[in-house]
């Protein structure tokens, strides 16, 4: 009986040497060349003794978005079990994400572990707090943007695309067809906050937007992989209940919130999609919200320098 090999995994590096693949698998795997557009490569060092000893390298390469860039490598076919020998080879300073290749074919790679660290052309799309309301400056979205183009005015572009009041089924409606013009490497979620929400007046219809969350995950995973795009889910950040039993009309909660954010995460886990927490930096912090949902000014710097804490390297 032919053995089941299921999974591809594009490799630009290291797991192509036949030394490394018989330290891991025991043997050899069958693979092809193959290559990846809107990527180049940059050198990372690496201090794991073991992955030192298993390549002879202490400096391997990552991925960096770059539009226009291609990486040539191999496509490696891998049962389960060699699969998950290659995740416990890399090192923490990757995870293992979805690329679409040259041919088409979908395949694992492995990326740098923090995806705005790697991106270039990054859309976010989300509700009032990724819009910046309540912050002249236009909130955390508007200072990563100031940073992230600074750094490489050439390459480097952001696209704020949210829209006050939105839920993430909205969003998954809407984004689709914004993407292609925009050619993103990146698409970054930040809504979900508003699908918590429950109506106050009696009578009125009051669809749970939790129940139907990975759905629209779902949706956006799919439009994201359809540009080659690295989808990255923000979760939410706290907020004052104290302030939100009747806000024009809904009401938001702690116990809610944490809902929504521990159905997101679980559902980047399952599926291997970068989740970013948005709750600690403003948790039980009152001064930092304007209404007890958006934040203030100094609220969204917190929430920038959160977010933002593995590109200062």
């Known amino acids: 009986m032919t053995e089941s090999r299921p999974h591809a995994l594009f490799s630009f590096g290291t797991l192509r040497d036949e030394r490394v693949q018989t330290a891991l698998f025991g043997r050899t795997v069958p693979s092809s060349p193959a290559s990846l557009v809107g990527y180049t490569t940059r050198p990372l060092k690496i201090t794991d003794p073991d992955v030192i000893a298993a390549s002879g390298l202490d400096v391997h390469l990552t991925l960096e978005c770059r539009l ?36 088409g074919e979908s395949a694992w790679a492995y990326l740098d572990a923090d995806p705005l660290r790697s991106a270039a052309r990054i859309v976010i799309v989300g509700d009032s707090i990724a819009y910046g309301r309540c912050d002249p400056q236009g909130g955390w979205a508007a200072r990563l943007a100031a940073g992230h183009i600074a750094e490489n005015e050439l390459d480097h572009r952001v696209f704020n695309l949210a829209i006050p009041g939105s839920t993430l089924a909205d969003v998954a409606g809407q984004t689709p067809a914004l993407l292609g013009p ?21 009578g009125q219809p009051s669809p749970d ?27 939410p950040a706290w907020l004052d209940e104290s302030r ?17 954010r521990e ?35 100094e609220g969204h710097e917190a929430l920038y320098h959160h977010l933002t804490a593995g590109l200062r390297r």
Not at 244 to 260: C, K, M, V
Not at 263 to 282: G, S
């Open 244 to 260: 939100t039993a009747d806000y024009e009309g809904l009401r938001f909660t702690e116990s809610r919130a944490l809902t929504l």
């Open 263 to 297: 159905t997101l995460r679980t559902w980047c886990t399952e599926h291997h999609v970068d989740y970013l927490d948005a709750w600690e930096p403003l948790h039980g912090a009152p001064s930092l919200l304007t209404d007890g949902i958006h934040p203030t000014p």
């Open 182 to 202: 925009r050619r993103p490497d990146t698409l970054l979620v930040a809504a979900g906050i508003n699908d918590s929400a429950v109506p106050l007046a009696a």
């Open 209 to 235: 937007g939790l129940a139907h969350l990975a759905d629209s995950l779902a949706a956006l995973s799919a439009a994201a992989r359809d540009h080659n795009a690295r989808l990255v889910v923000l979760g």
């Open 68 to 103: 226009g860039s291609v990486v040539e490598g191999a496509v490696l076919r891998l049962t389960e079990e060699e699969l998950a020998a290659a995740d416990a080879y890399e090192v923490d300073d990757y995870v293992r994400r979805r690329v679409l290749l040259s041919s």
